[in-house]
Each structure stands twice: as structure tokens, then as C-alpha cells.
């Protein structure tokens, strides 16, 4: 049974491994996940047939309730709530990874005298602390998205606290692997451990959120791995170090896109009152009504949409693609502007418009379409804020000084949908909100799209 | 039990695996973040693997208790990332073939 076993976990590795290969590409997504829930079935079942375990009703038991809440929040759930909910989902996976490192330690414990390798304990430890934060830390993410931690929460000498909090959480460690497993150094490390990835995540500004939930999700990926290192299982350790290694690559990517070194997302105060003067803004907002926004737009030649969590928020994904056919009956070249860090997580936008039925080749990434905002007629930008200000060009003193910008302030004219006045996620102020060509079409993103609906529809 | 892996051989499947991560992720589309995000957050819900042996393992009630907990977060991670994963999928293929048909 043993050959079965590993043949089993050997096959799910490939089966991972290959779902993932197929879920880099558009055509073969599907499928992708599919394989390597095939892999993860398999490997569960025959997982059962491992010698010499025991306590099978407490086994099935949890994974019965842990799928059954799994299964119906995971289909409930709104579309534009994913984020969350995959960060949610992954700090489960990492207090997984740390649960296994708890029940190994404390067999240690009780054991002193049985030999476990020093590499063992080492990884053991590691796969804890890594396991740990990210659990904490992606329960934070989660609320934060939720909406139940609404502000960034920072205070005085902030750093120099959680400095200390993770010393005394590699001290205890350290305490754990080379000096003595001892229960009560293990119940406190797991405590500092769980305190760090709270004030760890804490400070990090929603905007930042994607880049973080990535994060936490390579760092769950080599909490398995090491966790798969102590237990002895292949498929653990290649299954976590690709996630590992993929999560990483993900993270950086992400980052780069706005164009901020990942310490700076996790160490930095993005939106904290920032040092350099505010540019003071010229100009006044315009606002405009949902009427004159529609024959703007039904007579423009070329309209290209930039969507934003705004228009998450709203759920007007729908709504804008509605309208978006009533303007391309209408002859109006339609365009679809996504910023790789609009939303809450890279592609984010791209989901959502996918919902709605926009096809692919209406939606461009913004290498390719920023040169064409030159020759545009009408900007139409939905809950979108800082990836279309102007400052991040102009402005070195600006926080998002830098970051590629979808430049919607070259189109001929920029109509702004947007909740009520007021700074973006950022909190920094948008100077394209103010400039002459810009008109304000103050309100909810799905009323607004409904407006323009109506608008268009009685010319 | 099953036959154990020697430190250097671990050491040679971590690199590889690594190295099979990062390349399996380079070529992939900003369209596909998100989902590929979801994707490999199911994948690490192997873990559900551990922490069955773990709790199969346990013989003291803390043990089993922890086990218990470990089995439960992990099976959620599992099964909540596929049906995320799944259900962002399902819209790229219905998005594919309105455009097709």
C-alpha cells in the first residue's frame, strides 16, 4: 500500500503542477483547475489508506464541516468579493500549516527522548512562524476588504514594536529548535507569532491589499513545503515550494506594476499623511449631468472605459457593458482600459468584466492601449481614482510618484463617475478630477450607468 | 512507514519545484492573475494531506484537538479555493465562447 501511496502522491504533484501550466493560458484554464483537483482528490483518499492511522471519525468529521462551509460560502459569494475570499481560504491553508507544525512540536515535547533530527526541527519551527503570520495577517486582509476594518490603523514607535514582537518570536523559536521543545515556550511563540501577523498587516492601506494576500499566499506555499519536509511527504513539499515560488514571482509582479519595492508596500506608509507639500490643485470640479454624459459619448468616435473598484463596489459591471453595446450599435469605437493594479488584486477588473460578457479583445492591458487615450473622444473612468492621476507623472514629492498611470488626461474629454467628492484610496487628491476637460458625474456607478442607458437609448 | 527522504534529495526537490513555479507562472497573462492567484491557493490546500497524517498520528487529546482544527482549516482552504477558483474559470469560458459562437 505504501507504493500505492506514493505512486498516488507522486501522480497529484504532476497533476499540480500541470494544472497550473494550464491555467496560465485563456484557452485551457478550465481544464487546469479541474486537474489538479483531480490530483487533490486522489491524494486526500488515498491519504486515508496510510498505515497505522487512527482517530478516522474526528478526520472525517472535519473534513466534512470544513468543506460543507467551504462549498456553500465559497459559491455564495459575490463576484467582486473573491479577493477576500481568497485571502480568507489561504489563511486557513497557513493555520493548517501551523496546526501541523503545533501537534508536531508538542509530540517532540512529550517525546524528548525520541530522536527528531535537527533539520526537522528547524524546518518545523520555520513552517510555524510562516504558517502563523500568514494566517493572522490573511484574516486581517480579509476583514480589511470586508469592510470591517475600515482605516489603516498606525501608532506612535509602530515599527520599533513589531521589531520586537518578531525578536521575541525568533527568540522563542530559537528557543524551541536548539535549547528545549518546551510547552509552555511553544504555546507563547505561537501567541507572538499570531500578534505579529496582526500588527504586521495592520498598518498596510487597503490599496495595498492585492500585493499583501499574494504575499501571505507564497508564504502559506512554503509553510506547507516545511511542514512537508517535517511529515516526510513529496507531495507537500513540491506541491508548496511551486506556490511558493509562483506566489513570489505574483507578489513581484504585482509591486512592480505600481511600481513599489515590496518593502515599501509592507514597511512603508502609503496614504499616511505624506511628507512632501501637497500640490496645491487649480481649478474647480465640474459636474455633469447623466443626459449631456450620454451624447457626449454616443457621438465620440472612440470611448475607451477605465474601470476601478468603484465600479466593483457598485456592481455596475453589467450595466457599463449594457451600455457599452449601445454605443457600439451606435458606431462608437468601445474600448476597455484595465491598470494591472485596479480593483483589489491584479485581473480583478478583468473577472469582473468577464462576468458581464465583455470579450477579450475589447479589453486592453495599459502598455497596450496608453498611446491610443491621444486620439480618444471621451475617457469614461468608473470608480477609478489613483491609477489615472496625473500626479504619479508630474509630482516627485506624491506618494504614487512613479507608478504607471493610464493616461486618460490626453483623451479630448474625461467624465468621471464617482461616489461623492473626496480623495481616492490613496487619500491623495486627483488633479485630472479638476482639469478643464474633465466633467464630474456625481453618484453610484450602477445608477450613473443606468442614466447613460437612458440617455442614449432617447436620442 | 514510508520510506524517508534524505535531506539532500528534499533539498534537490525543493529547488526544482521551485524553479518549476516560477516558470510555470512567467508566461501568464494579467488577465489570469486573479484566478491563477485562487488556483495556486487551492493547491496549497495539500496541506489537508498533513494534517489528516497529523491527526491520524495524535495520541493526546491536545494533540487531537489541534489536529482536528488543523483538518477542518485545511479542508476549507481546499475545497473553498477550487469552488472560487472554478466559478472565476467558468466565466472565461462562457466570455470565450459567446465570442466564438
Known amino acids: 500500500m505504501d507504493n500505492v501511496t506514493e505512486a498516488i502522491y507522486f501522480v497529484a504533484a504532476a497533476l499540480f503542477i500541470l494544472g497550473l501550466k494550464r491555467m496560465s493560458s485563456p484557452r485551457s484554464a478550465r481544464d487546469g483547475i479541474v486537474w489538479a483537483g483531480i490530483g487533490m482528490l486522489a491524494a486526500t483518499i488515498v491519504t486515508f489508506f496510510v498505515p497505522h492511522l487512527a482517530n478516522f471519525g474526528l478526520m472525517v468529521a472535519a473534513i466534512l464541516i470544513g468543506s460543507g462551509i467551504a462549498f456553500v460560502t465559497g459559491k455564495r459569494v459575490a463576484m467582486t468579493d473573491m479577493p477576500q475570499m481568497i485571502a480568507l481560504y489561504n489563511g486557513m491553508g497557513g493555520g493548517a500549516a501551523a496546526a501541523i507544525a503545533a501537534v508536531e512540536l508538542l509530540k517532540m515535547s512529550a517525546q524528548p527522548n525520541m530522536p527528531h533530527g535537527q533539520v526537522t526541527m528547524n524546518l518545523a519551527v520555520l513552517g510555524a512562524v510562516i504558517g502563523t503570520v500568514s494566517f493572522s495577517g490573511s484574516l486581517i486582509a480579509f476583514a480589511k476588504l470586508q469592510g470591517w476594518l475600515r482605516k489603516a490603523l498606525r501608532f506612535p514607535m509602530q515599527q520599533a514594536v513589531n521589531l520586537a514582537f518578531f525578536a521575541a518570536t525568533v527568540g522563542a523559536g530559537v528557543y524551541i529548535a536548539f535549547v528545549t521543545p518546551d510547552v509552555v515556550v511553544i504555546t507563547l511563540f505561537f501567541i507572538l507569532a499570531l500578534t505579529f501577523g496582526v500588527l504586521m498587516t495592520i498598518p498596510i492601506g487597503g490599496a495595498d491589499m492585492p500585493v499583501v494576500i499574494s504575499l501571505y499566499n507564497a508564504l502559506t506555499g512554503l509553510a506547507v513545503a516545511f511542514e512537508g519536509f517535517v511529515l516526510n511527504n513529496a507531495a507537500m513539499i513540491i506541491a508548496g515550494t511551486v506556490v511558493g515560488a509562483a506566489g513570489s514571482l505574483l507578489t513581484q509582479l504585482m509591486a512592480k506594476a505600481m511600481n513599489r519595492p515590496i518593502s515599501n508596500v509592507l514597511f512603508g506608509s502609503f496614504g499616511s499623511a505624506g511628507g512632501g507639500e501637497e500640490e496645491s490643485v487649480t481649478g474647480s470640479l465640474k459636474p455633469i449631468e447623466g443626459s449631456d454624459a450620454a451624447v457626449m459619448m454616443a457621438f465620440a468616435e472612440k470611448v475607451i472605459i477605465v474601470p476601478g473598484y468603484g465600479m466593483a463596489v457598485a456592481q455596475a459591471q453589467h450595466k457599463i457593458w449594457e451600455m457599452s453595446k449601445l454605443l457600439i450599435e451606435n458606431g462608437v469605437d468601445v474600448k476597455f482600459a484595465i491598470h494591472p493594479v485596479a480593483g483589489r488584486m491584479p485581473g480583478h477588473m478583468n473577472v469582473l468584466l468577464a462576468e458581464a460578457g465583455v470579450p477579450y479583445d475589447r479589453i486592453f492591458d495599459l502598455d497596450e492601449i496608453n498611446e491610443e487615450f491621444n486620439t480618444t473622444d471621451v475617457a469614461l473612468i468608473i470608480g477609478a481614482n489613483d491609477v489615472v492621476n496625473p500626479v504619479a507623472r508630474s509630482n516627485p514629492d506624491s506618494p504614487i510618484y512613479g507608478m504607471p498611470i493610464l493616461n486618460a488626461d490626453h483623451a479630448k474629454n474625461v467624465i468621471v463617475i464617482k461616489r461623492g467628492q473626496g480623495a481616492g484610496f490613496s487619500g491623495i487628491e486627483n488633479i485630472l478630477f479638476y482639469a478643464d476637460n474633465t466633467r464630474m458625474l456625481y453618484g453610484d456607478g450602477q445608477e450613473m450607468a443606468n442614466a447613460l442607458i437612458q440617455g442614449i437609448k432617447e436620442l | ?101
Open chain 2, 1 to 101: 512507514m514510508i520510506e524517508t527522504i534524505s535531506g539532500i534529495s528534499a533539498l534537490y526537490i525543493f529547488m526544482l519545484a521551485a524553479f518549476a513555479g516560477y516558470e510555470v507562472i512567467a508566461k501568464v497573462p494579467v488577465i489570469l492573475h486573479t484566478p491563477l492567484m485562487s488556483g495556486s491557493n487551492f493547491v496549497h490546500g495539500i496541506v489537508l494531506v498533513g494534517a489528516m497524517i497529523a491527526l491520524g498520528h495524535a495520541t493526546t487529546t491536545s494533540g487531537q484537538v489541534i489536529g482536528f482544527f488543523a483538518v477542518l482549516l485545511a479542508a476549507m482552504n481546499a475545497v473553498g479555493g477550487y469552488v472560487v477558483t472554478e466559478r472565476m474559470l467558468e466565466m472565461f469560458k462562457s466570455s470565450k465562447e459567446k465570442k466564438n459562437g
